[in-house]
């Protein structure tokens, strides 16, 4: 089946450290990537997407470039801001059979001052 | 509006009661699911429509979850005789129809059972 492993967290970080949260997947097809956020008290908000190998996906300053031959999406960003302290979850979802979105356990950031 | 709407936001209710929750997509999205996203389990799939197509069932818990969608548009997410395990978030998502267009979701309506 499909599955997506994200590091455990929570993640805390000094503000304008550098952050990484590591993803890997397992799929039966060829899958869609994509990191969601969930700032606190609001919904599901997606950060990025890529669809095809070495695709590199970003937004608000984060990247995530799909790896096929290491089965991984990992997040990075150069310098992370108080207002990152979130939880982001990784998914995918396959280019055909089930459309569903197969999520990580999600991964808790907090961004000290 | 231009999201994706759930109502309501809060439920609570007794164990034993039925409950509707509502889902209206963003306009011109073919696709729409539910999820559900509780401590436990973290964010599990429970339905998806595309068109006029069969729904996929497959994530549903149990034979008290269903869900209907009229007209291609607003979606209904009933559970009868509801049960403690059943609190949650439930959330709901739209979008284009093919798979790797991103899925953008509302909100969520949070269940407590009694």
């Known amino acids: 089946g499909n599955s997506v492993t994200q590091m455990e967290g929570p993640v805390t970080l000094s503000e304008e450290a550098f952050l990484t949260i590591n993803c890997t997947y397992t799929?039966?097809?060829?899958?869609?990537l994509f990191w969601y956020v969930q700032y606190p008290g609001e919904g599901l908000q997606l950060l990025l997407k890529a669809t095809k190998a070495d695709d590199k996906g970003s937004n608000k300053g984060f990247e995530a470039t799909y790896r096929k031959e290491t089965t991984s999406f990992h997040l990075e960003k150069g310098s992370v801001q108080v207002s990152d302290s979130a939880v982001y979850f990784c998914?995918?979802?396959?280019?055909?059979?089930?459309?569903?979105?197969?999520f990580g356990s999600g991964t808790r950031l907090q961004v000290q001052p | 509006g231009a999201g994706v709407s759930q109502s309501p936001s809060n439920k609570v209710t007794e164990k034993g009661k039925d409950v509707e929750l509502r889902c209206d997509p963003i306009?011109?999205?073919?696709?729409l699911y539910w999820y559900r996203q509780s401590l436990g389990q973290g964010l599990e799939f429970l339905i998806y429509f595309q068109g006029n197509s069969a729904p996929d069932k497959s994530g549903l818990p149990s034979d008290r979850f269903s869900a209907e969608r009229t007209g291609g548009s607003v979606s209904t997410l009933t559970i009868q005789r509801t049960q403690q395990e059943d609190s949650a978030v439930y959330l709901c998502?739209?979008?284009?129809?093919?798979?790797?267009?991103?899925?953008?979701f509302g909100d969520g309506t949070r269940l407590s059972i009694l």
């Open positions: 799929a039966t097809g060829y899958p869609s």
């Open positions: 998502a739209s979008s284009f129809s093919l798979s790797n267009q991103p899925q953008h």
């Open positions: 306009s011109g999205h073919t696709a």
């Open positions: 998914a995918l979802n396959l280019l055909a059979g089930r459309r569903a979105l197969t």
